[in-house]
């Protein structure tokens, strides 16, 4: 496999935890785009749109894909649990949320009064209301315990920080707060401060297993682009520390990561590695001064990231694809729309130990402004 390994990575702005051995790779298998086999690897149920009638299954095994009734288009609110066969959906009669296997069967109402719905470990799951209030409960009961979520937009899996957004001057300020502790006086650590809340600068993603949290900010100024670039960086919760995980402005100048939605670094189901887009900035314009967009993984174990040469994109603008992980945390799904061909959007599928994209199917259908996938899981056991 042809990686070519260039310098290493400057010195990690380390405030708390042990860094890992930091490098950085172009995967670069110099073949064109593959299309499948009748044997690839891994299988499974992918979740996306051909048209907008509502999801779509198409069902990697078999290299079939059709409609599945009784649902509408959906996005980032449609979840994948963490067994990866399950998800939630929205009803397109009533509105209320419900899961269902992938393959649309076992339909089961989960809440009537929600607009978002994430799962939570052991068996809960985190209610978002249209008032914004948040509340946890089991699937098997209606018991709620709520939480006080004012000024946050996300929670730890599982645990009690929330990312909170709130106004500092004329710009908005960052921060990791423990909903547990955060109205309690004399309590030492319930927050741990990030950054301002930049536009196009402010991707951020929790870890399945809800022990860290990843954040982009502005950091190193480019004369040349004048501008600051994106760099990542991920704080543990458990001890308040945070680590600066790359330096690309040392490898391409100013950068952008991923586009103007904040929750969308995408964390391997594994929690070991974090997909995300990488655009080159050639000017103060972030949203038009811009380069092609790569794919780049970060493992967050060894420090190694990992640059995709074998596709990339102009279509970043609002946002690139979304990056959404097999359920082994081998590949990566996305829609991709390649110049000069009639097929549309294709449903790619990345390889990230060789750097292959394979196109598994065509004419993914933009429902919601970009051609994405929704989930990549499993059938019922």
């Keep these: 496999m042809p990686y070519r390994l260039l310098l290493p990575l400057l010195a990690l702005l380390l405030v708390g935890f042990a860094a890992p051995d930091p490098s950085f790779a172009e995967v670069c298998p110099g073949v064109p785009l593959q299309t499948r086999t009748p044997e690839f690897e891994p299988g499974g149920l992918i979740l996306t749109a051909f048209d907008k009638s509502g999801i779509w299954l198409y069902n990697i ?20 649990s963490p067994d990866a066969r399950w998800v939630t959906y929205v009803d397109p009669n009533s509105g209320a949320y419900g ?36 509340y946890w409960q089991t699937e098997t009961s209606a018991d709620r315990t709520y939480l006080d979520v004012e000024g946050i937009i996300s929670i730890q899996p599982g645990g009690p920080w929330g990312l909170l957004i709130e106004q500092n001057g004329d710009d908005f300020a960052r921060s990791l707060i423990n909903l547990d502790t955060r109205d309690l006086q004399g309590i030492a650590s319930h927050t741990i401060p990030i950054s301002d809340d930049v536009p196009y600068f402010n991707a951020t993603g929790w870890s399945p297993d809800g022990t860290r949290f990843a954040f982009v900010e502005p950091l190193v100024f480019d004369d040349n682009a004048n501008i600051a670039g994106a760099e990542l960086f991920i704080v543990k919760t458990d001890t308040n520390e945070t680590l600066q995980f790359t330096d690309l402005n040392s490898v391409y100048g100013a950068v952008r990561i991923n586009g103007g939605i904040r929750g969308e670094l995408s964390w ?38 990992s640059a995709y040469c074998g596709y990339s994109t102009t279509e970043h603008t609002p946002d690139p694809p979304r990056l959404q992980w097999s359920p082994d945390s081998t590949h990566l799904a996305f829609g991709g729309n390649v110049p000069a061909d009639d097929k549309g959007y294709l449903l790619l599928a990345l390889d990230i130990e060789t750097g292959i994209f394979t196109e598994l199917s065509n004419g993914i259908f933009p429902t919601v402004g970009i051609a994405d996938v929704i989930a990549w899981g499993l059938p019922p056991a």
Aim: glycine share 6%; charged share 25%; proline share 7%.
């Design 61 to 80: 095994n078999r290299d079939a894909r059709y409609p599945l009734p009784e649902t509408r288009p959906c996005n980032r609110n449609c979840r994948l």
């Design 99 to 134: 899961k269902m296997r992938l393959d649309g069967t076992e339909r089961t109402l989960l809440n009537d009064y929600a607009t978002d719905i994430e799962w939570w470990p052991d068996n809960r799951l985190l209610v978002w209301t249209p008032g914004h209030q948040a």
């Design 268 to 305: 391997s189901p594994d929690s070991t590695k974090i997909a995300f887009w990488v655009i080159e900035l050639t000017g103060p314009e972030y949203e038009t001064s811009t380069g092609n967009a790569l794919i780049h993984v970060l493992d967050t174990s060894t420090g190694l990231l």
